[in-house]
């Protein structure tokens, strides 16, 4: 209950301050009355903070100590899965050569004069074996050439970019700009 009447203590601080809020700064009372305010703001927004991490970081610790035991068994049953199913679509393909095999050698049966029923059971019992063998086909993406790919498709590393314009290299472009903000130092 600790928690509820934390989060019902801050809205009512945020209800009391909200319509006071709503100034327009256009004299020094009106500047001192938005620094009060910021003040006001400052000591809300820490007290959450504080008490939502009092909540959340053993959660999360707790939540990191759980996934990290499973983690080892997680990737070894991983690796199993990954290695089976290469292994079955290595045979599935190995299968559909040999129907592809017995195709021809069933015409070519067909055409010396054996009978359709003879000549395809073979053909028969591959594509039995094909049919029991689930895979389905999945589009990916293969980057032959990264040189070749519209810019359109190309997002910049925005974060890299200001660190090299922060460093003084230059960057066709982009440029650094700087903007004015105002800091909650009241």
């Keep these: ?3 509820k009447e934390a989060v019902d203590t801050a ?3 945020v209800a009391g301050i909200t319509e006071e809020a709503k100034i327009k700064i256009n004299s020094m009372p009106t500047f001192e009355k938005a620094k009060l305010i910021l003040g006001q703001v400052k000591v809300i927004k820490k007290a959450m903070r504080d008490k939502k991490e009092a909540i959340t970081k053993p959660i999360n610790a707790g939540l990191k100590n ?3 035991m499973f983690k080892p068994i997680e990737t070894e049953i991983d690796e199993i899965e990954n290695y089976l199913k290469s292994e079955v679509v290595k045979y599935n393909h190995k299968l ?4 592809a095999d017995r195709q021809e050698k069933a015409l070519a049966d067909i055409e010396s004069g054996e009978t359709m029923e003879n000549a395809t059971k073979n053909v028969e019992r591959v594509t039995q ?3 029991q ?3 389905r086909k999945i589009a990916k993406l293969k980057i032959v050439d990264a040189t070749l790919i519209p810019r359109a498709f ?3 590393d925005e974060k890299a970019i200001l660190g090299a314009l922060k460093d003084g290299m230059e960057v066709k472009g982009c440029e650094l700009i700087h903007e004015e903000i105002a800091i909650n130092n009241y």
């Design 1 to 3: 209950m600790e928690t």
């Design 11 to 13: 809205n009512t601080l």
């Design 66 to 68: 759980f996934r990290d």
């Design 96 to 99: 559909v050569e040999e129907e």
């Design 129 to 131: 074996k094909i049919d």
């Design 133 to 135: 063998i689930k895979t």
């Design 154 to 156: 190309l997002l910049p």
